[in-house]
């Protein structure tokens, strides 16, 4: 069966002990993850969102292989909290990640995340009503829950059906810089910090000698990606250390398992975005008008389009000289929710 066409929540064996974790349909939070064992010795890379999540994903691989019954080494490929909010099931285990996404996990509170879910549902009670009297906050100055309302929609479509009540935040054992090899047995598992791109900092997961890459975020499936940090170029050169690796089965952060004509697609996206956005900023428009202006019709298949909104405001900052990402999450949010309901239906 063709690799694309294995898209069923679970897991898949891929190669010779090794496992893709896969949760259709990859939108907002639904995350892949990964098992790579050597005898005894196992590897998980990414937790999930939640602790109900990762709960049953490890049950899945216990029953699979008794290897995973006490895994030696967590990788979380970033700091989004769909890869590594479920690690608290993991203590005990090495966990590894780079030591700038090691800094950005402790920048965002899973219980504010569960308020903020609470919240949403209900502006999502309220509707239109909700959103008026959300914009009106905002305008008076109480942004963060304008934001929220105004957002609810699409925040409640993001985060609603998780749970966030009982994760704790549990951040890596073990950082590194750029690159680390681990060996689980005798397999070499080589780690490549790839960002800053999708977020502060993203890492790429090659198994070399089963013909495996995991590229967390840096590639979606099927949607759009999220460019939170950028720049644009790191995440098309990013693209193509993937490329490189040659790898027989490209696992993506979300979506389904992907080939390297996926690859070469995000990279037209990106490639293509960056002009557009570059020529409307020459002209003075601003990110949301450009946003709204640029043609996404070349990608009309991909899901989650509002993500346009995010990604022009990262190639703006870019263009203007840089400096990190300033806005917060839930004013970004609230722009994305107003994109997604004009371009609904
Ligand atoms: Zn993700």
């Known amino acids: 069966m063709p690799l694309r066409e294995r898209y069923s929540r679970g897991l898949h064996e891929i190669a010779d002990g090794v496992w893709a974790w896969l949760q259709p349909d990859g939108s907002w939070g639904l995350s892949n993850a990964g098992l790579v ?33 006490a895994l030696d080494v967590v990788v979380n490929t970033h700091a989004n909290g769909d890869h590594c909010w479920g690690n608290q099931l993991c203590e005990g285990s090495r966990i590894v990640a780079s030591r700038r996404a090691a800094q ?30 959300g914009a009106l906050l905002s305008r008076v100055g109480v942004r963060k829950l304008g934001a929220v309302l105004e957002g609810s929609d699409l925040l409640a479509r993001a985060f609603g059906r998780f749970d966030f009540g009982s994760v704790r935040l549990t951040p890596p054992t073990e950082t590194f810089d750029e690159h680390l090899q681990l060996r689980v047995g005798d397999t070499a598992v080589d780690l490549h910090e ?20 995991f590229t967390g975020d840096i590639l979606f499936v099927d949607a759009h990606p999220i460019v939170w940090e950028g720049p644009v170029s790191n995440w098309i050169a990013a693209c ?17 398992l992907a080939e390297a004509s996926d690859v070469r697609r995000t990279q037209t996206y990106l490639r293509y975005l960056y002009d557009e ?9 601003s990110a949301t008008e450009a946003a709204r202006d640029i043609s996404l019709q070349d990608f009309r ?6 993500r346009v909104v995010v990604n022009v405001r990262s190639i703006y900052r870019e263009l203007s000289g840089g400096g990190p990402a300033g806005d917060e999450v839930v004013e970004l949010f609230a722009l994305m929710a107003a ?7």
């Open 37 to 69: 064992v050597d005898g005894e010795a196992s590897m998980l890379v990414d937790t999930l969102f939640d602790v109900p999540l990762t709960q049953a994903m490890l049950d899945a691989m216990r029953r699979a292989t008794r290897a995973a019954d």
């Open 104 to 133: 950005e996990m402790l920048r965002l509170d899973p219980k504010l995340v569960a308020k903020l879910a609470k919240v949403s549902q209900l502006g999502v009670r309220t509707g239109a009503l909700g959103r008026r009297l």
């Open 194 to 213: 790839v960002g800053p791109a999708h977020t502060t900092s993203d890492v790429i997961v090659h198994v070399d000698s089963r013909g495996v890459v």
């Open 240 to 256: 193509d250390r993937i490329l490189e690796a040659n790898a027989t089965v490209i696992v993506p952060g979300h979506g389904p």
């Open 277 to 285: 956005a570059k020529a409307r900023h020459a002209a003075g428009m």
């Open 301 to 306: 298949d991909w899901r989650e389009a509002e």
């Open 339 to 345: 994109h997604a309901r004009e371009h609904a239906g």
